[in-house]
């Protein structure tokens, strides 16, 4: 599906925790294979919108990649609850973490219908409902629907398009989280130490962040690694330095 | 100042970006010293709330220390524009990206006053208003007053008050920005292609993100460490590592 960068798209799905790049949530699903007492999965992944493009790229031998190459919707969670992140990357979150919101779809149907003088054609609109869970704790909710599911060796890239938006808490607006932009953040105080203390350690830790800008931030994010790079040039230089 | 880590405390406060530990802002004040054309000043510094106490901790040698000395009131921008925090990390902003809000101040005086009889003191009301400079491309600020400053050999510590709140921009809730709950995000991915990997360079990264989550970390980013730390054990153990 072809969700456009339009300031207007830009600015709604902002609005629910979701920027262009790579924006962090948790993920929630049903487990495809049932389990006694584990009805729902929840697992952190980013969710990336690139060249217009609203995809997962999901690593095989994951919970989340097997129960999406069968279930059809997932939601992506908007929290910064970090008990909520570490609990999910590591251990199964118990089922009283979840509630589940209806989602419908509504399809046009054509059915051959029999008259007395001929074979016509009857379009009836079809309504399929489906419960997806959610996270309770979570601060907003963004439904997904699955498109397109295409199968390389290691991992499995997966076209989604935005279904149904939810607000679960009033009090914040839906953190957006963006490895990207937090990594502007660090790179500024580890260059500021780098300026101040010349220690080549720092280096390390400023193109670790670089390279997360690069891979993950938006576009102002990406404005700013290029204020960055042309700064930490000026400080080598300063520093007599091959920049 | 006192300001109680209370439910009610820091929901209002996160409401405004800050939170207990260490919150990411972008600091703007007059400039102390005049400055031909740089009538402002601004720089990202990390707000402190720990054990009730709401302070800055500032390094000698910075504009933003030499400013706080003499100056009595500054604004916290909450912003997630990555140039903003690019170049005022590294460059002056110009004055065109400043407005200004004005901070009115009551304050009672006793005044002594002469009757014909005897000398009495009548209390006025003074009221002192002041124009604090703010950053326009922000979303929220809340500005701040000083209270005691201590000054050790390398650094400045100001307890601080808020005093006003505001919002610029309606569309956005005020992103709080905190590095120890960004360091939960980094370090849950980290550890799992470390799980997946055992290459041990991912330790380091790790560690890194332990220690930024103990350091400028909320109470719920701790105990996301403390799940992440259990973890952490249980892979070395499971790798047959000493823990």
Chains 1, 2 share one sequence.
Not at 84 to 106: G, I, P, Q, R
Not at 215 to 241: H, P, V
């Amino acid at each position: 599906m072809v969700l456009e960068e339009t300031k207007e798209n830009l600015e709604k799905m902002k609005g629910y925790g979701i920027s262009e790049g790579i924006s962090e949530i948790i993920l929630t699903t049903k487990n495809a294979i049932d389990k006694p007492e584990k009805k729902y999965n929840a697992a952190p992944i980013g969710i990336i919108w690139k060249n217009n493009k609203l995809f997962l790229h999901l690593f095989k031998g994951t919970n989340t990649r097997r129960n999406l190459m069968t279930e059809e919707y997932f939601a992506a969670n908007i929290t910064d609850d970090a008990v909520l992140y570490a609990t999910s990357t590591f251990y199964d979150l118990e089922d009283e973490h979840f509630s589940t919101v209806l989602v419908e779809e509504k399809t046009a149907a054509n059915k051959p219908i029999a008259t007395s003088s001929k074979t016509a054609a009857e379009t009836t609109i079809e309504t399929a409902a489906e419960n997806i869970p959610i996270l309770k704790e979570a601060n907003r909710y963004v439904i997904f629907k699955c498109l397109s599911k295409t199968e390389s060796d290691d991992t499995t890239i997966i076209d989604i398009e935005p279904v149904l938006f939810g607000k679960i808490r009033d009090e914040d607006g839906g953190k957006l989280i963006n490895r990207g932009f937090n990594s502007v953040i660090d790179a500024c105080v580890h260059m500021t130490r780098y300026e101040k203390t010349k220690n080549p350690t720092y280096i390390d830790h400023i193109r670790h962040h670089f390279n997360l800008i690069h891979r993950c931030g938006r576009k102002r994010d990406k404005e700013g690694l290029a204020i960055l790079k042309k700064r930490l040039i000026e400080i080598e230089l300063e520093n007599g330095a091959e920049p």
